[in-house]
Structures are given as C-alpha cells and as structure tokens.
Nanobody
C-alpha cells in the first residue's frame, strides 16, 4: 500500500530555516511526480513545489522561489523541502503528495500524506 508521511514541521521565527521530510513507500518513484502543498486556515490548498523523480525537474510557486528548495533522495525514498528565510505568511500545514503526471494542480495528485504543521512567528 502507498504511504506518504511528512515530518519536520515546527515553530520557528521569521528568517529561520526548516527542512521538511516526506518518507514514501509503495510508490514506483521513477514513474511519479512528487509535490509539496500547503494550506493555511480558511484558505485553499496551494502548490508550493514539485519534482519529477527521474529527471530532477523542479517547479516552484512564485511566492517561495529563491527561498525554498525541493530535493529527493532516491536511495532513501524520501523527498525534502528545504525552507529558508521563512516568513509569517509561510505558516501552514504542509502536505506531501504524489502524481502520475507533471502538474501543479492538487487535483491531479493521487496520494497524500497527513500533513505537518509549520508555524512562523514574527
């Protein structure tokens, strides 16, 4: 069975860094796009970053470009989101997801983790 488990969230101050992890199992990683999404209270779930497992092709939301980096470790079946220069507006529940196609719309993602909370204080 497919499992995606996020970890690494927590409370940080504005300007700090945080690394999120997504441990995956049951997925043929060479066939999937992996993505990070976030959802703040009262807001829609939004795209953050995505990476194609085989080619290391990446995409970022404009709001995080230059600050966040999406990575994957093939040997560990793990995806990461390195978040630098965090801002209060980055606070949200962050979700790991997998898709069979190269898309940024969350509707195209078939598998989801349960989320990890990121809180940024000013």
């Amino acid at each position: 069975q497919v499992q995606l488990v996020e970890s690494g969230g927590g409370l940080v101050q504005a300007g700090d860094s945080l690394r999120l992890s997504c441990a995956a199992s049951g997925l043929p990683f060479s066939s999937y796009t992996m993505g990070w999404f976030r959802q703040a209270p009262g807001k829609e779930r939004e795209f953050v970053a995505a990476i194609r497992w085989t080619g290391d092709i990446t995409s970022y939301a404009d709001s995080v470009k230059g600050r966040f980096t999406i990575l994957r470790d093939v040997a560990k079946n793990t995806m990461y989101l390195q978040m630098n220069t965090l801002k209060p507006e980055d606070a949200a529940v962050y979700y790991c997801a997998a898709s069979t196609v190269w898309r940024t719309d969350p509707g195209f993602y078939d598998y989801w983790g349960q989320g990890t909370q990121v809180t940024v204080s000013s």
